[in-house]
């Protein structure tokens, strides 16, 4: 069993910045791909990025977001940059063993923590 607890999320205005943290404790940290997702509301969850041993973002976040993990910490990091009020979203992370993937087939989720960007 792996737990998952999300931090790190708030209001911030379009264009700032905000660092999500997501600890986990269990298995072995380093043997599980790790990832974010998002929910906004009346919208289905997507994927927004990834890391195992090499790293996935949506499109929609290419190049203003970047995920990093510290296995000595068990905690992934999701550093989101000129933030735009369509990144407003609950934000998950996702364990699964193994590689990194674009669906929900992950086998931990966190509880959500919410990320508000306002205009």
Known sequence: ?????ESGGG????GGSLRLSCAASGRTFSNYAMAWFR?????EREFVSG???YTAYSDSVKGRFS????????TVY????????????V????????SVRT???YDYWGQGTQVTVSS
Do not use: F
């Open 1 to 5: 069993q792996v737990h998952l607890v």
């Open 11 to 14: 209001l911030v205005q379009a």
């Open 39 to 43: 929910q906004a509301p009346g919208k």
């Open 51 to 53: 890391i195992s041993w």
């Open 67 to 74: 995920i990093s993990r510290d296995n000595a910490k068990n």
């Open 78 to 89: 999701l550093q989101m940059n000129s933030l735009k009020p369509e990144d407003t979203a």
């Open 91 to 98: 934000y998950y992370c996702a364990a699964a063993y193994g």
């Open 103 to 105: 669906t929900l087939d």
